[in-house]
């Protein structure tokens, strides 16, 4: 009966593509705790004080029966106001956000244009909409043009949908928002961006990459709230109508039970913590800085100007070697292999916050060269 399955599990791993649950050890280097507010105790007082103002842990049912708590409805109106939206929708997490919101609003007429390298949630939800997708070359808004128009051009007549990520989870670079916003503009077409590593490290406020393109009708934005927010969920910011069509046909949201209001509670408090969060933005900048100039120095990668530095090493038991050989001197880095990311580009990702000091970023980066250049030999 497991026949299968077993197959399956023994051909990962005859690629050096199995996977295992991991615990926590040695110096973070792989969280999206990126400002360091999972563990504050800012957040733990925060938590503390919505249970004794009666917040419950569980919601009890879908937004729409008896879910609908008065935490959800503050965190949505703090939200709106926070990223300068029209209206906030508070979702579970940011996957199913993003599932969500490309199910339900593409319509069949439609067509969805989304960047190579877009989230895996994204696709998920792409193929679960109505509207027929093609995908452009990564961070190039003329290829993305270019499909809009070649669409039209064979008699498409809906809305286009852009779909990118403000800063890519596995590269660590950001999106053309300015060409990508005029591209909307031009061909009247909603352009969605997914701000999850973008979200409290960048734009004023840490409002994100996009903050300057909030409000407009035809700007959908996904701020997840579980990574630089360092709690969960995620909150899709977007028209008052879009919110309310979701409300009423998206079956993600409809379905499911509504995230905890306790949750919902810390959420909005993070976001008070994050808008007075610059010197927090700044010594994360220090260590991204220092960082690049020492992986280009000592190990000769171009930094990716973020806190997401990726080291590819293209083979996927070198990534795992590498890996393991870095986790042995105490600092946690993991190997992200295919699917995850494009075949032949396997890589170590770095993940920069504030858990390290720009001491021990220093020291990390030196053990690496020395871990590279023994791959290499």
């Known amino acids: 009966m497991l026949e299968r399955y077993e197959a399956d599990l023994a ?6 593509r199995l996977r295992a649950l991991e615990p926590r050890a040695g110096l973070d280097f792989a969280s999206n705790d990126y400002l360091g507010l999972a563990e504050s105790p800012a957040l733990a007082e ?102 809009i128009r070649d669409w039209r051009g064979k008699g498409g007549v809906g809305r286009a949908w852009i779909v990118v990520e403000s800063l890519y989870s596995m590269d660590g670079c950001k999106a053309p928002l300015d060409d990508l916003m005029a591209l909307a503009e031009r061909h009247e077409a909603f352009l969605m961006v997914d701000e999850a590593h973008a979200t409290g490290v960048f734009g004023p406020g840490g409002r994100g990459l996009a903050a300057g393109l909030e409000g407009r009708e035809n700007v959908i934005s996904v701020h997840t709230c579980g990574k630089a927010l360092g709690v969960s969920g995620a909150l899709a910011c977007l028209a008052s109508p879009l919110r309310d069509f979701l409300i009423n046909r998206c079956r993600n949201f409809i379905f499911a039970t509504a995230p905890s209001p306790l949750v919902a509670a810390c959420v909005r408090a993070s976001l008070k913590l994050v808008e007075r969060a610059d010197d927090r933005r700044a010594a994360l900048q220090a260590r991204v800085d220092r960082a690049g100039l020492a992986l280009q120095t000592l190990c000769g990668v171009a930094p990716s100007g973020s806190q997401i530095q990726p080291i590819i090493v293209d083979a996927d038991g070198r990534a795992l070697a590498l890996a393991a050989a870095m986790r042995a001197h105490g600092y946690d880095i993991r190997a992200i292999r295919p699917p995850t990311v494009p075949e032949g580009t396997a890589r170590l990702r770095l993940s920069l916050t504030l858990h390290a000091s720009e001491d ?3 020291r990390m980066i030196a053990h690496l060269a020395d871990a590279l250049a023994k791959d290499s030999e």
């Open 11 to 16: 051909g990962l791993a005859a690629r050096d």
């Open 46 to 147: 925060a938590a503390a004080a919505a249970l004794a103002r009666g917040a419950p842990v569980g919601a009890g049912g879908s937004r729409l029966l008896r879910g609908n708590h008065p935490e959800h409805e503050a965190l949505e109106e703090e939200a709106a106001r926070f990223f300068h939206a029209q209206s906030a929708l508070f979702f579970g997490a940011g996957f199913s956000a993003n599932e969500a919101l490309l199910a339900t609003l593409p319509q069949r007429e439609d067509l969805i244009v989304h960047d190579a390298l877009v989230h895996a949630s994204a696709h998920d939800g792409m193929r679960l909409s109505r509207a027929p997708r093609v995908s452009f070359a990564h961070n190039d808004a003329n290829a993305a043009e270019e499909a």
């Open 360 to 362: 021990q970023i220093a």
